[in-house]
């Protein structure tokens, strides 16, 4: 493994933002909004440090249009913000995906719906993997589990949206971004570039560029639409990411990502303890979503547990992966509810 | 001669030009286009100063302007200043 | 022997335009050409659209151009500028888009004095979606959602955004013109001109209002529709220049600089 200096202790926000800088970020806008307020906080003399520009924009929908603005200008940017300022900002992913210009929007999560407590939450499921925005899009969506993943996930965002000129979202929690662990804050590898031509910086030495995601000619529309499909079939084919641990005998497996995921870990060790075969599917991408591994799981393993802090969002994706026959049921705590490591025991218990 | 030249596939017919002549030198048309519109028509060139003030009314880049160029003249750099880009 | 003295400035591309007959977009639209061209930008210029009729000015400038979403061309415009300061960033937008939908981004991108240059056009009532009322739609003019004119009483008054913008410190520049006759659309073309040569050499924000006439939804003529912005709505927008900072205190935005202070007492 390559050398990564020492570890440090920092909170998850802290080091997605690093995570961010050292990948190249160069153009920063966000929205004070709890609880990331870290994010900008720290871009905000960090940023500066590395030439980059950091700026705090009146509102989470003017944060995302300049993300748009610099993606455009062939500039790394970000923007972060939590759960209500990312509902301001689909109109703006929806822009991004349709305007094909590169983004990583990250979200720590909080409770929903409306304007919601600070607490920690899984709720923004469906947003970020079905598109709050509209039209016909997808958003890689990255989900990171600890302090290690925000930073290596934030330099991961980037390249992929730079590979596929799409938004890329990064999905964590209050949790998560609050907490503090040990982590390298150096890459495992320089951040890989992409460079595009599709990109307004000028018409020098070439015909001008437009960047638009109206055609209004014949079928224009439609087959920008067919680009899109194909683009996102590159991505289910190539992007996807997961964990398994202790699956190997295992005859319940608990799918969960993030903080939810942590808590799972502890029940299947505490299981194990007890006997019990159960083992953790953790993706790592919630879209694309690692469906055919799972579904290939489900061959011999028939029983699931889809354990999430929400009402229940992730559990349709699992249910749609695996095979006819398998049991798929789901248990979780939304808007702020952190089950303890014994009620998911119980709960696999039960099972 | 001084004289415009109205790009009549591209005349849009609104007139605004006609208005402008200080020395009413262009009517409204009455030949259609193929955009459906009746392209504004220069009647003459006797009189015209080549003063631009059609072509800085029209928004559709329609009309060029030509100007009648004696080299020792001075009036005519100071025109070509004002109309020019 | 003829020498051309007026034609079409090669920023302008030489395409017929879907603008109504009389609208003044396609005079606006030269006049910024007409700059593009003299300040030699055209390499380096990217002129952020907006949403309402003008949506479609990608088919007309010869230069780099991207979409907004509605309202948003100044934060889309910040975020170009930022990244990449070298180039030369204009906006041009409508009422609905600039006075609206938009009216946070404006006033945010102004205060901040971003290097940007405004062309806001200004018709009082929004064109492409079919004689809504805009924000600067005049006291008792009806549109399609002011039938009886607009009210004090259900709408409020006309937004003023020269006067408005004027007042913000960030802002350099600031003046309203008109269109309706060569001697407008001459100073017209002067204040363009002022606020490109504010951004290529001050680094400063400069807003330019122009009046425009909407034949269409005003349903009269194109002359007709002159003669209402000269006579009508210059009652409501006068014409004038609300603000012109000298030179050299005109410096505007350096985020640059402000970054490199902001370093020295960073974390």
Not at chain 1, 15 to 35: D, M, N, R, W
Not at chain 1, 118 to 134: C, E, F, L, V, W
Not at chain 2, 46 to 60: E, K, N, W
């Amino acid at each position: 493994m390559a050398d990564r200096g020492p570890k440090s202790l920092v909170k998850g926000n802290i080091a997605l933002a690093e995570g961010a800088v050292q990948a190249g970020l160069k153009c920063y806008f966000g929205y004070p909004i709890t609880p990331q307020n870290e994010v900008p906080e720290y871009l905000s003399g960090r940023l500066p440090q590395v030439g980059g520009t950091f700026l705090q924009a009146e509102s989470e929908l003017a944060s995302i249009n300049m993300v748009y603005g610099a993606g455009a200008a062939g500039v790394r940017a970000m923007t972060s913000s939590s759960s209500p300022g990312i509902s301001l900002m689909q109109e703006g992913i929806s822009f991004l995906a349709g305007s094909q210009i590169p983004a990583v929007i990250a979200n720590v999560m909080r409770c929903g719906p409306g304007l919601g407590g600070i607490k920690p939450t899984q709720g923004d499921y469906y947003q970020a993997t079905r598109g709050g925005g509209h039209g016909d899009y997808r958003t890689i969506v990255l989900a990171p589990n600890c302090v290690q993943e925000m930073f290596d996930l934030a330099g991961l965002a980037f390249e992929l949206a730079e590979k596929y000129r799409n938004p890329v979202l990064l999905l964590s929690d209050a949790v998560i971004g609050q907490m503090a662990e040990g982590a390298y804050l150096k890459h495992e590898k320089p951040p890989v570039r992409h460079e595009s031509p599709f990109t307004v910086t000028g018409a020098k030495g070439r015909p001008p560029l437009n960047l638009r995601s109206m055609y209004l000619e014949g079928d224009d529309q439609e087959e920008l639409n067919y680009t899109l499909r194909e683009k996102y079939a590159r991505m289910t084919r190539d992007e996807v990411r997961f964990e398994t641990r202790e699956i190997e005998d295992a005859e319940i497996v608990i799918v969960a990502f993030g903080t939810a995921s942590r808590i799972a870990l502890s029940a299947v060790r505490e299981a194990r303890k007890e006997g019990m075969k159960v083992g953790l599917f953790r993706p790592k991408t919630l879209w694309p979503f690692p469906a055919p591994q799972l579904r290939e799981l489900s061959g011999r393993v028939k029983k699931f547990f889809d354990f999430e802090l929400n009402l229940g969002q992730m559990v349709d994706d699992v249910k749609a992966a695996v095979v006819p026959g398998t049991e798929v049921k789901f248990w979780g705590r939304p808007a702020g509810g952190l089950p303890a490591v014994g009620d998911v025991l119980e709960k696999l218990k039960e099972f | 001669m001084n004289r415009i030249e109205i790009n009549f596939e591209r005349c849009k017919g609104c007139y605004l030009c006609v208005t402008a002549c200080p020395r009413n030198l262009i009517e409204e048309g009455h030949e259609l286009n193929a955009a459906g519109y009746y392209p504004a028509r220069f009647t003459s060139s006797q009189s015209c100063t080549a003063c631009a003030l059609c072509a800085t009314v029209c928004p559709d880049v329609a009309i060029e302007v030509w100007k009648d160029v004696d080299a020792t003249a001075p009036a005519n750099k100071k025109e070509e200043a004002k109309s020019s880009g | 022997m003829a020498k051309k003295v007026f034609g079409r400035p090669q920023a302008l591309c030489d395409v017929p335009t879907h603008y109504c007959a009389g609208c003044t977009h396609g005079t606006a639209h030269r006049l910024v050409a007409e700059a593009i061209d003299h300040f030699g930008v055209a390499d380096r210029a990217v002129g952020v659209a907006p949403a309402g009729c003008s949506v479609m000015m990608y088919k007309y400038f010869n230069c780099d151009t991207i979409e907004a979403a509605h309202g948003r061309a100044l934060a889309v415009g910040t975020g170009i500028k930022r990244a990449r300061p070298d180039m030369f960033v204009f906006t041009y937008q409508g009422d609905g888009d600039l006075a609206s939908i938009g009216l946070c981004e404006t006033m945010h991108a102004a205060n901040r004095g971003e290097a940007i240059t405004v062309i806001y056009v200004n018709n009082a009532v929004y064109g492409m979606t079919g004689g809504q009322m805009a924000p600067t739609t005049l006291l008792d003019q009806r549109t399609t959602t002011t039938p009886a004119g607009r009210a004090v009483a259900n709408e409020g008054y006309p937004l003023k955004m020269a006067e408005i913008l004027a007042n913000l410190d960030g802002v350099a520049y600031c003046e309203r013109v008109a269109m309706y006759d060569a001697k407008q659309v001459r100073r017209a073309r002067k204040a363009i001109f002022h606020a490109f040569e504010l951004q290529i050499k001050h680094n400063a924000f400069g807003f330019v209002e122009l009046l425009s006439a909407c034949p269409t939804n005003l349903k009269i003529s194109p002359l007709k529709a002159q003669k209402w912005v000269e006579e009508e709505m210059v009652k409501t927008f006068p014409l004038g220049l609300f603000k012109d900072l000298p030179a050299e205190t005109a410096a505007g935005n350096d985020g640059a600089a402000q970054q490199a202070k902001g370093a020295a007492h960073a974390v």
